[in-house]
């Protein structure tokens, strides 16, 4: 069965870095549009960025812009990260990864949210704190 697990969320620091992590099993990452979205409590969930495994195409919502990074590893095609630095209290938030196949939307759609993604992850709470 097709599944996608985060990790890699926590209690960090207002300044500090967190890498979230993407595992997924049942299938191989390709030619889908994979990204990553939060929700914070009593907030809608927001797309933070997403990456076409086809052509390398990103995109990345204006708050995050500069400070986050979204990548695949490269060694393990199931697997892909949301770096994310220089982190503050606006970014508290239960952090879900997802995916969707090239042919159904673009990365845009995906991150907008203008088109649902299909599958989901569980999430992982990121929790920007003194």
């Known amino acids: 069965q097709a599944q996608l697990v985060e990790s890699g969320g926590g209690l960090v620091q207002p300044g500090g870095s967190l890498r979230l992590s993407c595992t997924a099993s049942g299938f191989t990452l390709d030619w889908y549009s994979i990204g990553w979205f939060r929700q914070a409590p009593g907030k809608e969930r927001e797309g933070v960025s997403c990456?076409?495994?086809?052509?390398?195409?990103?995109?990345y919502a204006g708050a995050v812009k500069g400070r986050f990074t979204i990548s695949r590893d490269t060694s393990k095609n199931n697997t892909f990260y949301l770096q994310m630095n220089n982190l503050n209290p606006e970014d508290t938030a239960v952090y879900y990864c997802a995916r969707e196949h090239i042919a159904l939307t673009t990365v845009q759609n995906m991150c907008t949210m203008t088109q649902r993604a299909s599958d989901w992850g569980q999430g992982t709470q990121v929790t920007v704190s003194a």
């Open positions: 990456l076409s495994t086809s052509d390398g195409t990103t995109y």
